[in-house]
């Protein structure tokens, strides 16, 4: 088991920067891919970005490519997300989630994590 917890949500105005924070207890922090993904209100949960277990390996999806950056830090079972040029469309919950298995192109898909957390709002003003 897995506990996750988001932080570092907010309201920003476009063209500024958040961090997102996710903490998390109960288990091998470091045996677990780490992943992002976010919702906005009437759409379904898209993926962001994913993170492997020693944190050299990334993949993102294509509209935060060069903007977002995903990064671990396992001794302290933190996962980050550094969001940067920050558009309106940006604006959704953003979900940190945990998956067993090393980092692939399955990660991209929401159905391959295991726990979730409850979510952070991100709001970007125009």
């Known amino acids: 088991q897995v506990q996750l917890v988001e932080s570092g949500g907010g309201l920003v105005q476009a063209g500024g920067s958040l961090s997102l924070s996710c903490a998390a207890s109960?288990?091998?922090?470091?045996?677990?891919?780490m992943g992002w993904f976010r919702q906005a209100p009437g759409k379904e949960r898209e993926f962001v970005a994913a993170?492997?277990?020693?944190?050299?390996?990334?993949i993102y999806e294509d509209f935060v490519k060069g903007r977002f950056t995903i990064s671990r830090d396992n001794a302290k079972n933190t996962v980050h997300l550094q969001m940067n040029s920050l558009k309106p469309e940006d604006t959704a919950v953003y979900y940190c989630?945990?998956?067993?298995?090393?980092?692939?192109?399955?990660?991209?898909?929401?159905?391959?994590?295991?726990?979730w957390g409850q979510g952070t709002q991100v709001t970007v003003s125009s």
């Open positions: 109960g288990s091998t922090f470091s045996s677990y891919t």
């Open positions: 989630a945990a998956a067993t298995g090393r980092l692939g192109s399955q990660h991209k898909n929401k159905n391959a994590y295991d726990y």
């Open positions: 993170i492997g277990w020693s944190g050299v390996s990334t």
